[in-house]
Every structure is written in C-alpha cells, then in structure tokens.
C-alpha cells in the first residue's frame, strides 16, 4: 500500500485557506435560495392558474436538471442568447447556478411547513381582525419556519458539497485547489482524501449547531 500520510497532513493547511471563500459562496447562495423559495412556495399556493403553472414548471426544470448542466446553461449558454450576460464571471454564475436550484428544493420544503401549519389558525386570524399578511407573518411563518428547519439544514449540508462544481467554471474553491495540489504532487488519493475530510468535518459542525437550534426552538413546546 502506498500511502503517504506526510503528503496528506502537508495538504490541509493549503486547503483549509478556501474554506471561508466556499462558506461564503455557500451562505449567499443559500440566502438567495431562501428568499426565491419561499416566493415561489407562496406562488404555488396562489389561486391564478397561471402564476401557479409557472411555479410549477420553475420548480420541475430545476429540480429535474444535473446541477452541472443549469451551471453550464448560465455561464456558457447565457451569453450566447443575451450578449450582456458574458460580464458574468464563474462566481457570480455559480451562486445564480446554486442559487436557483437549491431554491426549488427549498421551494418544496416551506410549501410542506406551510402546509403543516393548522389552516384554524389562519381563520382565527382573520377572525379577530388581522389581514392574511399579517396572518402569515405573525403566526403562520414562525410556526412553519421551526417546522421547515431541519430539511432547509439539510439542504444547505447539500449546498455546501456543491460548491464543489464551482470548478468547473473556474472558481478558485476548495476543490479546485485541492484538484492542483493533486495533480502537481501525483498524491490523488491522499489530497482527495484530505478534501473529503475537511467536507465531513464542515457537515459535522454545522449539523452540531442545527441540533443546538432545533433544541433552542423546542423548549417552548416541550412539557
């Protein structure tokens, strides 16, 4: 077995300089998903059969399509419809890229917490005189946000993975570092390995801290 343990631990102090940028990147992006999702998971609940047909089909493009694929759509095939769209640079394609696609899952995700929400208390709501968007911003989204937590936190989990295809467009991430630590010291498997682990490491920490929130938000419903 050829492994070299030196190649690897000498790895990490080089990668673990990308990790604020591909947190950054994933933040934003999730961020953005969040706002688009919860659009969209209120468009799907709208009366307008068309505006709910166009949720829909946002919704089953981005979540029926590789994530590669809709990253290579904005960055190479934008530009080719829409010339203003070659100022796009990798970064800003990418967070679009995860951007949406993430947002469709999420999408999902708040239309299920939505769902979970007793439709009583909205009529009891607007029966003591509040309109239906103070309803929704008083009672009906905080209950739905402590519901949505937990597979909004799994998703970003995902997104933080996915950050790694940024790569492919040319983004200096963590991936794409590890990619040139590997190919110019011939330790693919020792870098590779070292890149896995810091992933790992990353998903435990913030799994540590969801667990830390989903508790937090418990205590007024525990006994």
Do not use: C
Not at 9 to 36: D, G, H, N, Q, R
Not at 45 to 65: E, H, M, W
Not at 145 to 170: C, D, Y
Request: without cysteine; charged residues 15%; hydrophobic residues 50%.
């Amino acid at each position: 077995m050829n492994f070299d343990l030196k190649a690897m631990l000498e790895a990490f102090p080089i990668l673990i300089k990308y990790i604020p940028f591909t947190l950054l990147m994933a933040v934003v992006s999730m961020i953005i998903a969040i706002i688009l999702g919860l659009i969209i998971a209120l468009l799907t609940k709208n009366d307008t059969p068309v505006i709910k047909q166009l949720a829909k089909l946002y919704l089953s493009f981005f979540r029926g399509t590789p994530t590669l694929v809709q990253l290579f759509l904005i960055y190479y095939g934008l530009p080719q419809l829409f010339p203003s769209f070659s100022v796009i640079d990798g970064l800003t394609a990418s967070i679009i890229g995860l951007s949406l696609k993430n947002s469709s899952y999420l999408a999902e995700i708040f239309r299920a917490a939505l769902h979970s929400v007793d439709k009583g208390q909205l009529e009891a709501s607007l029966a003591v005189g509040m309109t239906k968007a103070q309803a929704y911003r008083r009672i009906i989204l905080p209950q739905a946000t402590r519901n949505a937590i937990p597979a909004t936190g799994n998703t970003f989990i995902a997104l933080v993975k996915e950050t790694s295809l940024a790569f492919t467009l040319g983004v200096a991430e963590l991936f794409s570092q590890g990619k040139m630590i590997a190919v110019s010291s011939f330790k693919f498997f020792e870098t590779y390995l070292a890149i896995a682990i810091i992933y790992w490491v990353l998903t435990l920490i913030y799994s540590f801290l969801q667990e830390l929130l989903e508790r937090k938000l418990s205590k007024p419903y525990s006994s």
